[in-house]
């Protein structure tokens, strides 16, 4: 670890109300208010199934915002408009963009918007829950009555806008109040496993955009004495880098992705993995696929688990000809460092920034959302487009988050755009 470094995060957190930063394990929030790397061999390329109706649109897009569905597709009565593979169109309130998704597994669905709205699926209709006054990107629950929202507004000029941290709690689901936990960093990513099990994703706004390293928190549950209860974790110090994402099957199985600037025109992914060590605790790992000599990464690198032995990277790198990867990771054990290899895709506008969001119920029955409206999912033998769009239009929306509690109840969300996989 840096001096210079350790200096720049104790500068950030100083901006934040942090009340101590050290290479302790517990630097602590103050009050507010209210590379070993495994290199593998590319995978052969698997299939794509062509025989979507999607396919035949590829090559049509331009903008990524497509034209109002045609007014003479029979309306269900409950806002739903459903293709023949049962993707349903519900409704978006003032053609907000929708930014991230979290479903109870009980029937109710969360969302955040670019307009800063948190909306709340009541099963016919998205239902507003909070205005947050700031750009929302991202939303996690560790049940359905608590929950936790942030986002930020991107720098603009000389003006950086305060980010925001919101917890709700409530009786129930349609009763939900929200509490700012802070206003002093913006919220990228939010991902848990219990009530006092959680982590966030946060950065201080910057006028130059993902050139300054951000930091991982972690909430352990409310603070005594006051404070937020959110303490900077020691990957911040171990392993910095600019963070995108977190998420994770357990408390022994946490990943964090981003980037990190190796030279003035070169970004490359970073990936960290926490995992046991085998006498109890738990240690932060680089485990990462091996760059390619075309692997700068400008847009945010994601993943997702389906179990602790098996991991999947979108956006890590790309190729000379822009094509954006898939990575697969495999562990013989949940400790035991991953083996990678890649898939890519032939057909379809793939650019680096063409993946946005990822969900899997299980390693034969994973799926991919992008630009454009594409929805890919993979069977466990080829990937194959979905058909999402009405009346022989093709769907031209960029889908920005996709959940699931099975595979016949899957939500994709994007601009203006809201789709809901349901059993025909």
Not at 93 to 117: C, F, H, I, K, M
């Amino acid at each position: 670890m840096s001096a210079r470094w350790h200096l720049r995060l104790a500068a950030v957190a100083a901006s934040i109300g942090i009340g101590a930063v050290a290479c302790s394990d517990r630097s602590v929030i103050g009050v507010i208010d209210s590379e070993d790397e495994d290199a593998a061999a590319p995978a052969p390329t698997p299939g794509e199934d062509a025989s979507s109706s999607e396919l035949a649109d590829a090559g049509s897009v331009d903008s990524g915002i497509g034209d109002d569905l045609d007014a003479d597709v029979e309306d269900s009565g409950t806002g739903k408009r459903c293709t023949d593979e049962g993707w349903c169109h519900v409704v978006v309130p003032d053609d907000q963009t929708l930014r991230a998704l979290w479903g109870d597994g009980q029937g109710t669905v969360w969302t955040v918007s670019d307009e800063g709205n948190i909306l709340r699926s009541n099963g016919t209709a998205w239902v507003q829950s909070h205005s947050a006054g700031v750009p929302l990107h991202t939303i996690w629950g560790s049940g359905p009555t608590d929950l936790w929202a942030g986002g930020g507004a991107t720098p603009s000029g000389n003006t950086i806008e305060p980010g925001v941290l919101l917890h709700g709690t409530g009786p129930n689901p349609s009763s939900i109040t929200w509490t700012k936990v802070t206003t002093d960093v913006t919220i990228r990513s939010i991902w848990g496993t219990s009530a006092t099990d959680v982590y966030a994703v946060a950065s201080v706004p910057h006028r130059v955009e993902n050139t300054d390293p951000s930091y991982l928190l972690h909430y352990a549950g409310p603070a005594t004495g006051g404070g937020s209860g959110f303490t900077v974790d020691p990957l911040s110090l171990e392993l910095p880098a600019h963070f995108d994402r977190v998420w994770g099957t357990s408390e022994d199985d946490i990943w964090v992705s981003g980037r990190v600037r190796v030279s003035p025109t070169t970004i490359q992914g970073k990936v960290a993995h926490r995992v046991p060590t085998g006498d109890g605790g738990t240690i932060w790992r680089a485990d990462q696929p091996a760059h390619t000599p075309f692997s700068e990464t400008k847009n945010d690198t994601f993943g997702f688990s389906v179990s602790p032995a098996q991991a999947y990277l979108v956006g890590f790198t790309s190729d000379v000809n822009v094509t954006s990867y898939l990575h697969v990771g495999v562990s013989d054990d949940a400790g035991a460092p991953f083996t990678w290899t890649r898939m890519s895709f032939a057909t379809g506008p793939i650019t680096p920034n063409g993946l946005t969001a990822a969900w899997a119920a299980s390693p034969s029955e994973i799926w991919l959302a992008g630009q454009f409206g594409r929805l890919r999912r993979w069977n466990g033998q080829t990937w194959r487009l979905a058909a999402v769009s009405l009346d022989g239009r093709p769907v031209q929306k960029a889908i920005h988050a996709i959940w699931g509690s099975g595979p016949d109840d899957i939500w994709a969300v994007g601009a203006g755009i809201a789709l809901h996989k349901v059993t025909q």
